[in-house]
């Protein structure tokens, strides 16, 4: 096992590992973002991988999500962290808040949304509540005075890579969104296909457009407000990583329910 918890996130968290090695990861998915760095963080073994590829050059409706967790599984990370930055739906919800939700609404399209998508592999993953337990225990425990995260509420994900209009803006709301993004899914239920345990700590970078006044947002808006909180952000996860429980085996014994997400099916090929 050279891993036991993998981040996916952006580029910045290079230097989040102590002492990575690069690792590259075949997958039947095609090759992930770039390939896994693997270091330490707090004395515990971590798999890292930048979502949009080391130069970011992955948009958001072409990032291999599939390819990406399954080469964090193939390291052995069981538990997954996904920072990403959001817009806020909810006026009381600023820029620079960390919201940690618990529900997920996905108005991707497009996307490849599961792992068993050939002829002949029907395989049925619940989904009713998207992020580990666990994961979020540890990522809401990591905060400080200075650093709190919200507890909960509902990610849309839209498909980007363009920003909403206001009249979709106002839908989301109606929807019960509480935040907004464009990389959340299909990341959560693939983590699920694969009986790993994920969560999510989002940073609000803007007022969605028509949300508080919000206008129209600006990717340069979006990215100097997560370089501003990228070191709380990093602050953050190492408190959270250190939180985690250790791995577990993948067996009957794991007590997450994530882990069991399999239990009962036939599956069509082995995992790694």
């Known amino acids: 096992m050279d891993a036991e918890i993998g981040i996916i996130g952006g580029s910045g968290f290079y230097e989040f590992l102590a002492n990575p090695t690069s690792v590259v990861v075949d997958t039947p998915f095609g090759e992930p973002s770039a390939p896994l760095a693997l270091g330490e963080v707090g004395g515990r073994r971590v798999a890292f991988v930048?979502?949009?590829?080391?130069?970011?050059?992955?948009?958001?409706?072409?990032?291999?999500?599939?390819?990406n967790l399954w080469a964090l599984r193939s390291?052995?990370?069981?538990?997954?962290?996904?920072?990403?930055a959001v817009g806020s739906l909810r006026p009381e919800l600023g820029p620079g808040t960390f919201v940690v939700p618990d529900q997920v609404i996905d108005r991707t399209w497009g996307r490849a949304h599961t792992v068993y998508d050939e002829v002949g592999a029907v395989v049925h993953i619940g989904f009713a509540d998207p992020y580990c337990p666990r994961g979020r225990?540890?990522?809401?425990?990591?905060?400080?005075?200075?650093?709190?995260?919200?507890?909960?509420?509902?990610?849309?994900?839209?498909?980007?890579?363009?920003?909403?209009?206001?009249?979709?803006?106002?839908?989301?709301?109606?929807?019960?969104g509480t935040i907004v993004g464009m990389t959340g899914m299909p990341e959560a239920s693939v983590a699920r296909d694969l009986a790993m345990c994920y969560s999510t700590v989002c940073l609000v970078t803007d007022h969605d457009a028509g949300v508080d006044g919000g206008e129209a947002v600006s990717h340069h808006e979006v990215l100097a407000q997560f370089a501003a909180n990228i070191d709380r952000m990093k602050a953050l996860l190492a408190k959270a990583i250190g939180a985690l429980p250790a791995n577990e085996p993948d067996d009957a014994t794991a007590t997450c329910t994530c882990r069991h997400a399999l239990d009962g099916q036939t599956l069509p090929f082995e995992l790694p």
């Open 137 to 176: 225990a540890a990522l809401l425990g990591a905060g400080d005075a200075g650093l709190s995260p919200v507890d909960g509420g509902t990610l849309v994900v839209i498909n980007g890579p363009r920003f909403s209009t206001k009249a979709e803006s106002r839908m989301n709301v109606a929807l019960g």
């Open 75 to 84: 390291v052995g990370a069981r538990q997954v962290l996904a920072p990403a």
């Open 50 to 67: 930048p979502r949009h590829g080391q130069q970011h050059q992955f948009p958001p409706h072409r990032v291999n999500y599939r390819a």
